[in-house]
């Protein structure tokens, strides 16, 4: 699939800092988005510690397939013509994991600022549980109310009961929300012909570095 690159521009606001303006997407680049949101995050709490491991496995997955598709939405790249190795949601590792983390490695840094503004921001919010479980099971099981709903209080209950997982959910969460936004502002942009910016929450303080999975340094760039 070769699709012409979305491009971009940026602007300096004096109260909201630096703005980014999506160019109008390509239907088949905007397609991408609701598929790289469908994932099987769990619909009941296991006690055991494979649940918990399969999340920041999957956590890790949706991070890093929603940056390589933000990368081609910004310009960052060429869409590939076999995209067999985003879809799949084995274990991320190997060849596949070159292909996704070198993709992401591409989103431009004003655009990646955009991630990790929202991610910043909702580790600090004391209701981050209720923000990222409605979106995160919604998107995913968008045809089914039931299974998103399961999901919803199950992921809740994850980033309620365990503090190491909120960072990656978080990120997961950042990553496909910008992905989201930007299609979002381009939309706007298609529609009426004037400049919508991505929407994006205030920049918190980063998490402690212990709470920082290497994944996510690298993915986000953090060091």
């Given at each position: 699939?070769?699709?012409?690159a979305c491009?971009?521009?940026?602007?300096?606001d004096p109260?909201?800092g630096?703005?980014?303006f999506?160019?109008p997407?390509?239907p088949?680049?905007?397609?991408?988005?609701?598929?790289?949101?469908?994932?099987?995050?769990?619909?009941w709490?296991d006690?055991?510690?494979?649940?918990?491991?399969?999340?920041l496995?999957?956590?890790?997955?949706?991070t890093?397939r929603a940056?390589?598709?933000?990368?081609?939405?910004?310009?960052?790249?060429?869409?590939p013509?076999d995209?067999s190795?985003l879809?799949s949601?084995?274990?991320?590792?190997?060849p596949r994991?070159?292909?996704?983390y070198?993709?992401a490695?591409?989103?431009p840094?004003d655009?990646?600022?955009?991630v990790?503004?929202?991610?910043?921001?909702?580790l600090g919010?004391?209701l981050?549980?209720?923000?990222t479980?409605p979106y995160?099971?919604?998107t995913?099981y968008?045809?089914?109310?039931?299974?998103?709903?399961?999901?919803?209080v199950?992921?809740m209950?994850?980033?309620e009961?365990?503090a190491?997982a909120?960072?990656?959910?978080?990120?997961?969460?950042?990553?496909g929300?910008?992905?989201?936004?930007?299609?979002k502002?381009?939309?706007?942009?298609?529609?009426?012909?004037?400049?919508?910016p991505?929407f994006?929450y205030?920049?918190g303080?980063l998490?402690p570095?212990v709470g920082?999975?290497p994944?996510m340094?690298r993915l986000?760039?953090?060091v």
């Open positions: 699939m070769t699709i012409p491009l971009f521009g940026v602007r300096d109260h909201l630096r703005r980014v999506p160019h997407v390509a088949e680049l905007a397609g991408l988005v609701p598929r790289i949101h469908r994932a099987g995050w769990p619909v709490l006690p055991g510690p494979r649940m918990l491991r399969d999340v496995d999957l956590s890790r997955l949706q890093a940056l390589a598709v933000l990368s081609w939405l910004s310009g960052g790249g060429e869409v013509g995209l190795w879809w949601e084995r274990r991320l590792t190997g994991q070159r292909l996704m070198g993709a490695a591409r989103v840094d655009v990646l600022a955009l990790v503004a929202n991610w910043t921001w909702v919010n004391r981050g549980g209720q923000v479980a995160l099971a919604g995913a968008a045809d089914d109310g039931y299974a998103a709903a399961q999901a919803t199950t992921l209950r994850i980033w009961r365990h190491e909120r960072p990656a959910l978080g990120a997961a969460w950042a990553a929300r910008t992905a989201a936004d930007w299609c502002a381009g939309e706007l942009r298609a529609a009426y012909g004037r400049e919508a991505v994006t205030p920049r303080s998490p570095s920082i999975r994944w340094s986000l760039r953090l």
